[in-house]
């Protein structure tokens, strides 16, 4: 069997940013910080639950570089880059034909997505959105898509900080 471990490490980001949210508003510091999120933003949606959750700002990576080309062979580090993104050897870059406008028209349609569910939600700005988890709900069908979500108290976690 193939290992698995690095996909399945550590936790969500959604937990450690609801958790620092609640902290933070809980010791009168939230005024003090910034928090930026990152790990597998990919959708609007994500960055709606980001800043719902309080994150102020969000990072993106493996998104912007599929958008590039990248096929993920997860040879960066070995300057063997096979579509040329990450690499220095003059043959490999050869086969980068990636342009800056392709994250860029990925980075606006994840924008155009947040700003619907910005409408959906009667937002009218992001800092508006920072921190308000109380728009947020469980699915009700999560124990259909699968027995074990149904388990799940997440309750705690969108606890308006």
């Not at 990152?38 to 570089?65: I, N, S, W």
């Not at 043959?91 to 155009?112: C, D, H, Q, S, T």
């Not at 700003?115 to 308000?132: K, L, N």
Request: net charge positive.
């Amino acid at each position: 069997p193939a290992w698995t471990g690095i996909k399945h490490a550590g936790l969500p980001w959604e937990l450690g940013l609801a958790e620092t949210q609640q902290t933070l508003v809980l010791n009168n510091l939230r005024s003090r910080v910034v928090l930026q999120t990152d790990g597998q933003m990919k959708t609007g949606r994500d960055v709606a639950v980001a800043f719902l959750l309080g994150a102020e700002e969000v990072a993106f990576a493996t998104a912007p570089l599929i958008a590039l080309g990248c096929i993920m062979m997860r040879k960066c580090h070995l300057n063997t880059c096979p579509v040329g993104i990450a690499t220095q050897d003059p043959e490999l870059r050869k086969k980068f034909f990636g342009k800056p406008e392709y994250v860029i028209n990925y980075l606006f349609m994840v924008a155009e997505e947040v700003r619907t569910y910005m409408a959906e939600m009667g937002f009218r700005s992001v800092s508006e959105m920072i921190g308000r988890s109380d728009m947020l709900q469980q699915r009700a069908d999560a124990a259909k898509v699968n027995p074990k979500l149904g388990l799940l108290d997440l309750s705690k976690i969108l606890l308006p900080a």
